[in-house]
């Protein structure tokens, strides 16, 4: 039509024919609708379902959805009797009602069931409805992977795997990763989140403050974050906005951060706090007033910003001072130290950077509300900042949740410092505390000791992009600034320039980085300092310093020590792996039928540490046997770790389907279990073979005994493979 609309003639039939990809999204859209409105549904629910008897035509009507930006669930199958001689499979999918209008559907009884929908389903929000206990292996979403449905639940253990990532876990773990909490954390923001009161164990030390529960906290900082967003628009809060504006910051930017402005009425929130229900003891355990002669707000004429945990809760507020006549002089006020808030691990824009520095495995550490704003403004959002105190080991632990910081890993952390002497003292004691880090620590100094507001206001956006990419390894940055102090054109003055570097380099604790920082000084004093005359002197102030650096510090020439990575979980891809993950996978699936099979297997059968792993934790569980008919079996086999590596592997083989086109039989399971043993066998039979070869034949009892173990291994593979040809 002229409108740009598409004009549906004989709707069953004509949308039947596939569409091009690349017809116009309009066009698309118009055929999606159609195709629905002939095969779809809307259930009573709201649940969107399309079906089909044709998995081929489900999976082009899910690819246009995908073109459309529609998103889908996974493609189940259900077998359909009565409709011939023999049963069929019908197809289907659900639509993320998100995703969809109102306009989508042509029919008025799918409109209306979708306008009035109770059930959505939805990427996130999730509302359970009911639970029921199956033997079910569902098929979602991965948050991690974008494309492909790798993602199963298991409804039994209420546990999940992604065969994409390898991520895996339950409900907790999903918490502890996405939003960075401790178990006992996750636990408790559950319980605060669904009404449920924890009970602890009274015979053991409970340090935790006693008072107001930590959602009644919660709810009144939300309402606090509210009072005082409304206020920037007041006649009063003249003096804030006109602030925000000389720092480049409009409205839309004030609403984004939750700028709010603090009435000089002493005891305006406190009013509001009371109205909405909250008693005075809350708002004092709160940190939101104060009480002297009587009960007064704590911030009062200051401009506010509101400090976030990491899941968006509002735990404290940070007060910038804007008027000459305020009594109290400090330029920042902070929350005081309360059940909810603790200075030492809040990091100002964790929520709104968390998602990025865990995407990027990088991370930005400036010194004020006002740079993470310009930062987040810039581009730069993984900005974060300290609350009124020096970034220290608490702060580091926080962000290491979500940097995935270990050795296996290139994560990147960058503090900003101001060039004067102030930011140099800041970056040496960065610098000394680098060990709070498997990633790679740099330094970004803007021009002119200009912070990224100052930065952001004077040369733009593009510039405070340039400050970080253009940042430097804060080792080097450390020793340029304690090295230039000396005169390099004197003798003497190179001579105590490596030796206040190497009491620098010398209090690090990761040997194997020694030598490269050597290198640096050397290159840095030059002429006739070379890099082994540096690794000397960083041994001998080692050696005076204290004594765990004297012990850490190996001695001048000796070798370094390797560093052990952490075992990584084994590459599906690797053939060499597959029949010890088949066997485990029983093991855990199916104890019930395999138990009483496994008295010849043990740990050597098992080459990959982490296979190796399993299985002892399943020895220690009672092994296979114990699992008969008990539902806990897996529960107790992960229960016995705290090796997320061990703990996603065994969710992994817990749930991971068995790729068998018939039910698993004694004979499915003995095949696996024998070409295991074979396997070990073999490997075995090369060990002996090598001893062999290195050993003198001539009288020796050495080489009678191996080669008489040779044979019987060599029978014994023998009949383990006639038992694998029976089996299969």
Known sequence: RDDGNLLVHHLPRFFKDRPSLDESVPYLHGWLAGYFAADGCVAADGTVIMTSAD??????????CTRLGIATYGITSQTRLGLGSTPTE?????????????????????????????????????????????????EVFCAEVEDGHAFTLEDNILTGNCFGCQEGGDIFTFLMKIDGLGF???????????????????????????????????????????????????PEALAGRQFLADRGFDQESALHFGVGFAPRDGEALWQHLRARGFSSEEAIAAGLVASGRSLYDRFRGRLLWPIRDATGDTIGFGARRIFEDDRIEAKYLNTPETPIYKKSNVLYG??????????????????????????????????????????????????RRFLDDHEQLR???????????????????????????VAQTYVAVAPEGMDPCDLRMKEGDAAVRELIATRRPLYRFVLENVINRFD???????????????????????????????????????????????????????????RQQRDAAPRAGAPEQPVVPRASMPDLRDPRFSIERETL???????????????????????????????????????????????GWVGRVRDGTTDPTLSSAISALAVEPIPLGREVDAAYLAHH????????????????????????PVDNADHRRMFGELAALEQHRRTLREKIVSAE
């Not at 194997?512 to 690794?535: C, L, P, W, Y």
């Open 585 to 631: 996978k029983l093991l855990l699936q199916h104890p019930m039928a395999i138990g009483r099979m496994t008295s010849d297997l043990g740990v050597n059968d098992f080459t990959h540490p982490v296979y190796r792993g399993v299985w002892e934790l399943m020895a220690a569980a009672g092994g296979p046997a114990a699992g008969q008919a008990d539902a």
């Open 55 to 64: 998995r081929e035509d489900l999976e082009f009507f899910r690819t246009v």
């Open 184 to 234: 006992g954390e996750a636990v408790e923001r559950l319980a605060d989140k669904y009404g449920i009161q924890l009970r602890r164990d009274e015979t053991g030390h409970d340090d935790r403050p006693k008072g107001p529960q930590r959602r009644r906290l919660i709810e009144a900082h939300a309402v606090a974050s509210e009072f005082y967003a409304g206020h920037l628009g007041s």
């Open 411 to 437: 994560s990147e952390v960058v503090f900003t410092f101001d060039g004067d002497e102030a930011g140099q003292k800041a970056a040496l004691r960065t610098f000394q505390g680098d060990q709070r880090f």
């Open 673 to 696: 279990l024998y070409r295991l043993q074979e396997l070990t066998t073999l490997r075995r039979i090369e060990e002996i073979k090598a001893r062999l070869e290195r050993t003198n």
């Open 488 to 546: 390099l054109d004197r003798a003497d003055g190179r001579i105590d320039a490596v030796r206040e570097a190497a009491r620098l380099v010398a209090s690090v604790r990761d040997q194997s980085k020694v030598t490269a920082f050597a290198q640096e000084i050397s290159k840095m004093v030059g002429a006739d300092i070379d890099t082994n005359q540096v690794v000397a002197e960083v041994r001998r102030a080692a050696a005076r310093g204290p």
């Open 350 to 399: 964790i929520d709104l950077a968390r998602r990025e520095i865990a995407r990027s495995s990088k991370a930005v550490i400036v010194e004020g509300y006002t740079d993470v704003m310009a930062c987040h403004l810039a581009g730069v959002t993984t900005a974060v900042a300290t609350c009124g105190t020096a970034f220290g080991d608490d702060h580091a632990r926080v962000l």
């Open 90 to 138: 019908l197809f289907r999918i659900h639509l993320v009602n998100e995703d969809l209008e109102s306009s989508f559907f042509l029919l008025d009884a799918h409109r209306d069931r979708f306008d009035s929908a109770h059930k959505r389903f939805s990427r996130r929000g999730w509302v359970v409805e009911s639970v029921e206990v199956t033997e079910r292996v569902e």
